[in-house]
Structure formats: structure tokens, C-alpha cells
């Protein structure tokens, strides 16, 4: 009765903007299909919650880590990995980019790159950032890089409080019903998202949707 991952799709490493709240949709991604992403995290609170979940799912995902507190928990950012999810980038700090001026912007990327490279012990392919707001300096920085730059599809905005499984849950199917899958955005460091990660996976699997893991192949 698990939901399950019914096949992973595999990028190259290699610039391209996908999502269509600001990109075009993911190539390879058919009806019916959702990738799973979370941000902000890892969280010791809330993304072990998370990775339970998805575990009894048998349900792979993508986690999109802050640099602050990679750094601080880096056993949690591997447990993460270990478990055969992806891990992307989400800046090193949570800040709206967009109003940066671009010496910081460049520093806060070098921070974030330097920790995942430290944490995780490989350079990384994909970045999401942070408020979805994308700045040309870091667009630029990042296509130089050759990383993926990963917007969304449709999210049950889970970062307003006091939300239930319940409404985060009709939120989420709303937003899916009219592009039919995508990539879905999520929090892991949310309490509210871990508690209800279980009932959400139930009600994307009574809907039809299929979870396709997104990976990008090796350096």
C-alpha cells in the first residue's frame, strides 16, 4: 500500500532553470508525475520526522539545505544523503538574494558550496534559492558553474502557521491540479510538515500521482 518512487530521473550536471512558478517544466517528467523537495533544513526537530515518513513510503525526495545549519548538524545532512535522498543547495543563509548587494551574494555562495563540499564530501549539482528569489548575480554565477537551478510546480505554502494536514493537504492537490505534477515544494524544518508528511503521502497516492526521485549524474 505504499506510495512508493515509481523511477528515478536522472539530470546531467549542467546549467538549466526548471519550474514553471518561474522556468520551464522539468524535461522527462510525464502526467501525473511529482518530484518531492524540501528546504530549509536539515532541522534535528523535524527532518528525522520527515525521513520516517518517507522511509514507510518507500518514498525518495529532494532536500535543498541551508548552508547554516549543514554546518551545524553535518551528521544529519549525511543520514539525509545516506538515506538515498538528493541534496542540493539553498544558500548559505536564508536570505532574499534579490536585495543583496553582489559582493554578498558571491560570498554567501562561496560559504554554501564550501560546506556542502565539506559536509557531504562531493561538489554539488542543484540550487534552490531561497524565497524563490532568483538575482542575476547568483543566475550568472551558478550557469558558470554548470549547477541546476530548481523553482517549483506547486507547494501547499506549509510555511504559514498553524496549518493542518488537512488544509495542507487541500492546498497541495489545488495548486497540483492544474499543471498535473511537477515538482512540489515543502519544509522540512517545519514541525507542522514533518507531523503531516504521512497523511499528505497517503492523499498524493489516493489522487493518482506517481514520485518520480530526481538525481544528477556524477561528476
Known amino acids: 500500500d505504499a506510495l512508493g518512487t515509481s523511477r528515478v530521473l536522472t539530470l546531467p550536471r549542467a546549467a ?5 512558478a518561474q522556468h520551464a517544466p522539468l524535461p522527462g517528467l510525464g ?16 527532518t528525522p520526522q520527515v525521513l520516517k515518513a518517507l522511509a514507510e513510503q518507500c518514498v525518495q525526495a529532494s532536500f535543498f539545505m ?7 548538524h553535518p551528521e544529519l545532512a549525511r543520514t539525509v544523503r545516506d538515506a538515498g535522498h538528493s541534496v542540493g543547495m539553498h544558500g548559505y543563509r536564508h536570505d532574499n538574494f534579490s536585495q543583496l548587494p553582489a559582493e554578498d551574494q558571491g560570498r554567501d555562495l562561496k560559504a554554501m558550496i564550501a560546506t556542502y563540499v565539506e559536509v557531504l564530501g562531493e561538489a554539488p549539482a542543484a540550487y534552490r534559492f531561497p524565497f524563490l528569489a532568483e538575482s542575476p548575480t547568483l543566475m550568472n554565477a551558478l550557469d558558470k558553474l554548470g549547477v541546476t537551478v530548481m523553482s517549483v510546480d506547486a507547494g501547499a505554502e506549509d510555511w504559514l502557521p498553524d496549518q493542518t494536514p488537512q488544509r495542507l493537504a487541500d492546498r497541495l492537490m489545488g495548486q497540483l491540479a492544474k499543471p498535473g505534477g511537477g515538482i512540489i515544494l515543502l519544509h522540512d524544518a517545519q514541525d ?13 497516492k489516493a489522487g493518482g500521482y506517481r514520485v518520480v526521485h530526481l538525481r544528477w549524474q556524477g561528476p
Open 16 to 20: 538549466g532553470a526548471w519550474g514553471t
Open 31 to 46: 502526467p501525473k508525475e511529482v518530484v518531492l523537495t524540501f528546504d530549509d533544513g536539515p532541522r534535528p526537530e523535524s
Open 66 to 72: 541551508n548552508g547554516e545549519p549543514m554546518a551545524r
Open 192 to 204: 507542522q510538515t514533518a507531523r503531516a508528511l504521512p497523511f499528505l503521502l497517503k492523499t498524493l
